[in-house]
């Protein structure tokens, strides 16, 4: 065929250096086989549960004691996409333990982090 003739190609836009690093960045940490992250099961109240990929961290006992009462043992760091519809009291399970969220932080740049506890009264 001419060419001209026929579907147009798109012309793919080059990304630029910040889009790469930043690309880079977010594989470097959020990637489950090369980064940090690890697969978690995310329950909504009254949803089906589905899997999400994320990065569980803990705080440290002597942070816990001398820090606010809100600060939480766990955190799960994660797509703002994936958990758009996170709530208090949703469930998640990462390496087959259950956490209950007891609060949702999203922080404006695409990326969520769930505080976590182990039972109900955070």
């Known amino acids: 065929s001419a060419l001209g003739s026929g579907a147009v190609d798109r012309m793919v836009k080059p990304r630029t250096l910040a889009q790469q690093m930043e690309q880079d960045l977010e594989k470097a940490f959020m990637d489950t086989v090369t980064g940090h992250a690890v697969t978690a099961s995310f329950q909504p109240s009254g949803q089906i549960a589905y899997y999400i990929d994320g990065i569980l961290n803990s705080t440290p ?3 816990q004691a001398m820090a606010d009462f809100s600060v ?6 994660c ?3 994936t958990v758009k519809v996170a709530r208090k009291g949703d469930t998640i399970v990462v390496n087959e333990t259950q956490y209950i969220i007891t609060g949702v932080d999203h922080d404006g740049t695409g990326m969520t982090t769930l505080a976590l506890s182990l039972d109900s009264h955070g």
Do not use: E, K, L
């Not at 939480?72 to 760091?77: G, L, R």
């Open 61 to 63: 006992n002597d942070v």
């Open 72 to 77: 939480a043992p766990w955190t799960f760091t």
């Open 79 to 81: 797509r703002q996409s």
